[in-house]
C-alpha cells in the first residue's frame, strides 16, 4: 500500500488544498491530511473544527483520512504512520524555494521523500492567511473556500 502525508495547519483549508488532496487521492492508496498544530498558539479554527472543514470536503473520497499531530516533527508522524512518501502541493517558485530545504532534511532525518504536486494555477493567489486577511477586511472570499469556511470566516475574524 503507498500512503502519502499532505501536512498543513490548514487554518483554513481552502480550494487549493482540496484540489490537491483530491489529485493525490488518484495517485495513492491512502492519503493521510495531517493538520499540524501547536497547542501552545490559537489559531482561527479549532483543530477539530479544521478537520470538520476538510472531512465535509473529502467525505466522497474513500481513501483520504484526516488526523491531527502536535508538536511532532513531520518525519515522525510519517514514520508512526508508515508513510514513506511526504507530498506537498506548490503554487509556484516561492512555494518550492520554501519547501526544498525541508524536503532535503526530512530526507536526510528518515529517508522520507517528498513529491511536489504542482498546484491548478487558478487557485496559484490563494493561501490561508491571505484568505484571512481579505475576510477580515470584509472582502469576499466566496470561491477561495467553501461556503461553510467562509461564513465562519466572517463569522469568527474580527473587523477592525
Same mark, same amino acid.
Given at each position: =500500500?503507498?500512503?502519502?502525508?499532505?501536512?498543513?495547519?490548514?487554518?483554513?483549508?481552502?480550494?487549493?488544498?482540496?484540489?490537491?488532496?483530491?489529485?493525490a487521492?488518484?495517485?495513492?492508496? #491512502?492519503?493521510?491530511?495531517?493538520?499540524?498544530?501547536?497547542?501552545?498558539?490559537?489559531g482561527?479554527?479549532?483543530? $477539530?473544527?479544521?478537520?470538520?472543514?476538510?472531512?465535509?470536503?473529502?467525505? $466522497?473520497?474513500?481513501?483520504?483520512?484526516? #488526523?491531527?499531530?502536535?508538536?511532532?516533527?513531520?518525519? $515522525?508522524?510519517?514514520?508512526?504512520?508508515?508513510?514513506?512518501?511526504?507530498?506537498?502541493?506548490?503554487?509556484? &517558485?516561492?512555494d518550492?524555494?520554501? #519547501?526544498?530545504?525541508?524536503?532535503? =532534511?526530512?530526507?536526510h532525518?528518515?529517508?522520507?521523500?517528498?513529491?511536489?504536486?504542482?498546484?491548478?494555477?487558478?487557485? &496559484?493567489?490563494?493561501?490561508?492567511?491571505?484568505?484571512?486577511?481579505?475576510?477580515?477586511?470584509?472582502?469576499?472570499?466566496?470561491?477561495?473556500?467553501?461556503?461553510?469556511?467562509?461564513?465562519?470566516?466572517?463569522?469568527?475574524?474580527?473587523?477592525?
Amino acid at each position: =500500500m503507498t500512503r502519502a502525508v499532505c501536512p498543513g495547519s490548514y487554518d483554513p483549508v481552502t480550494v487549493g488544498h482540496i484540489d490537491v488532496f483530491r489529485r493525490a487521492a488518484a495517485l495513492f492508496d #491512502e492519503v493521510v491530511v495531517a493538520i499540524l498544530h501547536n497547542p501552545a498558539k490559537q489559531g482561527t479554527f479549532t483543530v $477539530d473544527e479544521r478537520a470538520g472543514f476538510i472531512r465535509d470536503q473529502v467525505g $466522497d473520497l474513500g481513501n483520504v483520512r484526516v #488526523e491531527a499531530f502536535a508538536n511532532r516533527l513531520i518525519v $515522525d508522524v510519517c514514520t508512526e504512520l508508515d508513510a514513506h512518501v511526504l507530498l506537498k502541493g506548490l503554487r509556484g &517558485e516561492t512555494d518550492f524555494s520554501y #519547501e526544498w530545504p525541508m524536503a532535503l =532534511m526530512n530526507r536526510h532525518l528518515t529517508g522520507v521523500e517528498t513529491l511536489f504536486l504542482p498546484g491548478d494555477p487558478r487557485h &496559484e493567489y490563494v493561501s490561508s492567511s491571505l484568505v484571512k486577511e481579505v475576510a477580515r477586511f470584509g472582502g469576499d472570499v466566496t470561491g477561495l473556500v467553501a461556503d461553510e469556511v467562509r461564513d465562519a470566516l466572517v463569522e469568527r475574524l474580527p473587523r477592525p
